[in-house]
């Protein structure tokens, strides 16, 4: 073996993987190991758990979700099973999203966790199928699909992680979601919530359980070759309304950018943290009350999805 094909960490195996970001030639054992030596890292530096949380972990089925509940699988054998559990939210997606939920359950069995599953029509009554197509011919219409998913998802995961007494809920968000997370606020205007989506959010109401974000410097790439090193099985169709997202463009990108400017996602996500408590201390802080239909935390007199749901109600009477 040339030296350039040799493991720049053990020096001994043949290199597999090429990290232009770090100059890192990796073998599959050295690889794998760094990413789970990340993640380990991340949850220290940003003291995302005490050694007594009760972890929910957010369980979609796909390849992030999977690979994050594997790896803290394996942190946590040295605590007791009880500590970690799996939820995973069915939005009621016909012919995408029961391929997902044999996958989570399966890959929660395989680990010995316990595994749990919400639905959009038992919690609010309807399908996301249901929601989009009541919706599709309304002009008033204020949501993508997949907004109407990412508020109603939310607040399904919220329930159950309290549902079972979790302390936090832990999110598959790669750092490439992160970014992209941050500039969707900055095209959408709404600069300031970039302040409150961090890899470990605050404590603002007591029925709002604390999400971390393991993988937040993890770019998404390491991601699925992690889950393909480990065998691990994953869904890999897309969900049919992610083609309707802004997200979709800024993703596409970002990776051109990133392939000709090797860590670039880096340098964006880095900035952020460096400018975070600015932003806090111009950021007004959002005093929550309680949406008077749920009684679940919220900034208006009705929750985000209660907002939702009511709309859909009067514009399926209308249409009748």
Do not use: W
């Amino acid at each position: 073996m040339s030296l350039a094909t040799i493991c720049s960490i053990c020096k001994k195996r043949e290199a597999f993987f090429f990290r232009p970001y770090s100059g890192e030639r990796l073998c599959k054992k050295c690889f794998v190991r760094s990413v789970e030596s990340k993640v380990k890292a991340t949850i220290s530096k940003y003291e995302m758990l005490r050694f007594d949380d009760r972890l929910a972990v957010a369980v979609s089925g796909g390849k992030d979700s999977v690979s994050l509940l594997h790896i803290l699988a394996k942190l946590e054998q040295k605590h007791p099973k009880s500590s970690l559990v799996a939820i995973t939210v069915d939005e009621g997606i016909k012919g995408y999203r029961d391929e997902a939920l044999k996958i989570a359950a399966a890959n929660c069995e395989k680990l010995g966790i316990e595994h749990h599953v919400v639905s959009f029509k038992e919690i609010f009554g309807c399908t996301l199928d249901e929601l989009v197509k009541l919706h599709k011919t309304n002009q008033k219409k204020r949501f993508s699909s997949c907004a109407y998913c990412g508020i109603l998802r939310r607040k399904a995961l919220n329930l159950a992680a309290r549902h079972v007494d979790a302390r936090k809920i832990a999110t598959a968000h790669t750092l490439d979601d992160e970014v992209q997370t941050i500039l969707l606020n900055i095209f959408h205007g709404d600069v300031l919530r970039i302040a409150r989506e961090k890899p470990v959010t605050d404590a603002v109401h007591g029925k709002l359980v604390r999400r971390i974000k393991p993988f937040c410097e993890i770019p998404e790439k390491e991601v699925s070759l992690y889950a393909f090193i480990k065998k691990i099985k994953f869904q890999s169709i897309v969900c049919p309304y992610a083609s309707e997202a802004l997200r979709n463009d800024i993703r596409t990108m970002l990776n051109r950018v990133e392939e000709r400017h090797a860590g670039i996602k880096f340098t964006i996500f880095n900035s952020i943290e460096r400018i975070r408590f600015a932003l806090e201390q111009v950021d007004s802080k959002e005093r929550l009350g309680e949406c008077e239909e749920c009684g679940e935390p919220a900034s208006e007199k009705l929750c985000k999805t209660c907002q939702i749901v009511k709309e859909t109600l009067q514009h399926n009477r209308h249409s009748n």
